[in-house]
Nanobody
Framework: QVQLVESGGGLVQAGGSLRLSCEAAGRTIDRYTVAWFRQAPGEERLFVAGISWSRGTTAYVDSLKGRFTISRLNSKNTVSLEMNSLQPEDTAVYYC?????????????????WGQGTQVTVSS
């Protein structure tokens, strides 16, 4: 079983950037498909981006393409989410999730392991 720990969240002004990291403990992260989700207050948890286990295929929610980039750094057992041109509507708790299968999915129910989340707040 893998444990996931997110870091890198914080407060940033609109137009700024943040880099979130998801570090795996207990297992090597390159054996999992990993995704980032986000959840704003009172809203459901939504898929942001994912990277598959076997081929490193990436996927993004359409509205964030071009601003967010997901990448895997196996040497550090980490998956990162680079977020640029942040806007107040990007404010949410960001969660890292992993699943045992190689295929990318965008539903929270498809993921077996979750981190505790990291808060991202974008001020206008």
């Amino acid at each position: 079983q893998v444990q996931l720990v997110e870091s890198g969240g914080g407060l940033v002004q609109a137009g700024g950037s943040l880099r979130l990291s998801c570090e795996a403990a207990g297992r090597t992260i390159d054996r999992y498909t990993v995704a980032w989700f986000r959840q704003a207050p009172g809203e459901e948890r939504l898929f942001v981006a994912g990277i598959s286990w076997s081929r490193g295929t990436t996927a993004y929610v359409d509205s964030l393409k071009g601003r967010f980039t997901i990448s895997r750094l196996n040497s550090k057992n980490t998956v990162s989410l680079e977020m640029n041109s942040l806007q107040p509507e990007d404010t949410a708790v960001y969660y890292c999730a992993a699943r045992d299968y190689s295929s990318l999915r965008n539903r929270p129910s498809d993921y077996d392991y979750w981190g505790q989340g990291t808060q991202v707040t974008v001020s206008s």
